[in-house]
């Protein structure tokens, strides 16, 4: 039986980060695949530069997955990054990342979260290619093997890879980053998560009970 839990979500959607916990302590079940697909939340004409609107509702929003969750922000992140007034937020960037590390050690999802936390915890312009060369580098990845990965993805399949996440939050008449879809050699289903945030083990008999369904 091959059963996956598939993750859509974005690396800079604010409650996939709040969803850290959860991801982590579902990894730990046995026999269970965990595959992450970038939905391209600030892609093409949505990408944004954090100005002082802009800015203000980050703020807001972190705030409210930060007390729901227990998911910490750096002062780096609050008083560095949001306060610059040119930072663009720009998903396609950290998704090629994330598909390159995925293609050269199946590190695919140890790089999404790596992505979250330079981006939250130390406020670092995670859409420039040089700063994701850098988190490569720190997960312990090749940095030849990662350039390579990197510049074999094309545009057409970095589309691919989106409309795939995107496909599925239809099937399952989502709109929301993130979503989760459990599938068990081919039937798939919706397991809930916002009941669960900041508690993984509760989320994991939730995921559990799925299962055994």
């Not at 600030?42 to 227990?70: S, Y």
Request: charged fraction near 20%.
């Amino acid at each position: 039986m091959t059963t996956t839990l598939h993750y859509i979500a974005d690396p800079l959607c604010g409650w996939c980060y709040g969803a850290t916990q959860l991801i982590s302590a579902a990894a730990e079940i046995p026999g269970l695949e965990l595959k992450v697909y970038g939905g391209g939340l600030f892609a093409g004409p949505n990408r944004r530069v954090i100005g002082r609107e802009m800015r203000d509702f980050i703020m807001q929003h972190d705030a409210r997955m930060a007390a729901l969750t227990g998911q910490p922000l750096g002062d780096e992140y609050l008083n560095g990054l949001l306060m610059t007034g040119d930072v663009v937020l720009d998903s396609v960037p950290p998704i090629r990342a994330v598909m390159a590390a995925d293609a050269v050690a199946g590190a695919g999802l140890q790089m999404f979260k790596a992505i979250q936390s330079a981006h939250w915890m130390q406020g670092r312009r995670v859409a420039e290619i040089g700063v994701l060369r850098e988190i490569a580098g720190e997960i312990g990845l090749d940095l030849a093997a990662f350039d390579a990965a990197w510049a074999a993805i094309s545009d057409e399949q970095l589309m691919t890879h989106m409309n795939t996440a995107r496909r599925l939050l239809a099937r399952h008449h989502s709109s929301g980053f993130p979503t989760f879809v459990l599938e068990t050699d081919g039937a798939e289903q919706q397991v809930d998560h916002q009941p669960f945030y900041g508690q993984p083990q509760r989320w994991v008999e939730r995921v559990r009970a799925a299962l055994a369904a």
